[in-house]
């Protein structure tokens, strides 16, 4: 019986977690962001402001200043840095093992592990990271 009642108390707090609507990115402006209707639009906008009860927008495609009801959204896509550290970690793994396989000498090995920890992080820089905020679905 005991066990019971841990487990309930262990479990009430998610179910509370899941009944909260407030699912809103952290910041309130963001330069870049992609917006989804619950009727499945979808807007690539800039400049989004989100306010307590509506969020405004410009479309990037056609330059029109939008407001939308939050009750409307159904997501917010928002950018959340870059993938450079994993990417700089692959680069040196894959690196590191072509140098193992050809090279007995370790500077050699390390400086092709290096070469690759860089190139894999340059490359990151590039490929943005993304977060997805659901209100409405």
Not at 6 to 29: D, G, R, Y
Not at 78 to 100: D, Q, R, W
């Amino acid at each position: 019986m005991k066990k019971i009642i841990i487990a309930l108390l262990l479990i009430i707090p998610l179910f509370v977690e899941a009944q909260t609507s407030n699912n809103l990115p952290p910041k309130k402006e963001y330069k870049t962001a992609t917006v989804s209707l619950t009727n499945f639009n979808k807007f690539e906008c800039k400049e989004l402001n989100i306010f307590k009860d509506s969020i405004t927008f410009i479309e990037v495609n056609s330059g029109l200043s939008r407001s939308v009801l939050m009750s409307e959204v159904g997501s917010i896509r928002v950018k959340s840095g870059n993938n450079s550290l994993p990417l700089a970690v692959c680069g040196a793994a894959v690196f590191g093992a072509s140098a193992i396989s050809n090279f007995t000498y370790l500077p050699a090995i390390l400086g092709f592990a290096f070469a690759g920890a860089g190139t894999g992080a340059l490359v990151g820089l590039f490929i943005p990271k993304t977060k997805l905020y659901r209100i409405n679905y």
